[in-house]
């Protein structure tokens, strides 16, 4: 019978967040259906307008969609409807997005009883390079290999070469940045089996001359070495 002994290695290593996404929802309540759709419309031309001034570019800005609904809590005889227009920004330096989104805090002190501007962030997107996941495979590689070796020299063994790699799961921390709140901390890291789990280095809401937000990866492989002795 083959003797082996199987360990597991874990690497690490960092993503930086290279585009920063805010969802901007444009809001008017009308007395009359017919005018809440064309409000809205006027509201979210006003507000591109508002965006371009700040140095948004069109390449920046993507069509978020329009919702519109009749309340359930307003009385049958009245006809009042809401209607919804989303503006979604990419942008990749989150101080530029910032001072653009504060230029639309005038639109909302405009009939601000019918007419409302909200922003949410959402979760950035952060850089992937397939080399950086690769070493970092190689690295868990190496530290189970290192606990092989003292395992095998402690059980009087000597450590062969590996029969068996298993790359693990993937599990996620999130950053912390607003939109990519880390509600689970730590603890996907060790209920997944093995994975792909993501730490934090970033203060929410980061004003421009701050670190970008970061996470931190952690991969982890199976690996069985024969042993011989």
Known sequence: MDRYIEVIGEGTFTETAVRFIAEITLEVRAAKGETSLREVAELCSEALSVLRAAEINDDEIVEGGTDFRRPWYWKKKETGQNAARKIILKVTEF????????????????????????????????????????NALAEAFDDA?????RLSVAMGYALGQPIRFEEGGWATRNSGFSGDEDWGGDYSRFAMGGGIIMGTAAAAEPEPDLLRPTRTIYIKCRVRFAING
């Open 95 to 134: 101080g530029k997005l910032n001072r653009a989104l504060e230029q639309l805090e005038p639109l909302q002190s405009q009939n601000k009883e019918r007419k409302t501007i909200s922003i949410d962030m959402r979760q950035p997107e952060f850089k992937d390079d397939v080399a950086i996941k690769s």
């Open 145 to 149: 290999k290192s606990k092989a070796s």
